[in-house]
């Protein structure tokens, strides 16, 4: 599970806008690109985006 304290100063690479976690997935608020989460780290790649 990720730290809500993480998540409160992630930001999406590509848009720079907020993120949150939905099914495991740290998914941006602003723009919709999905995260995976990797053994508990957050992989905040714009490759590896959905």
Known sequence: MIDKELLDILACPACKGGVELKDEKIVC??????????????????????
């Open 29 to 50: 608020k602003k723009c919709g690109k999905k995260y995976p989460v990797r053994d508990g780290i957050p992989v905040m790649l714009i490759d590896e985006a959905e």
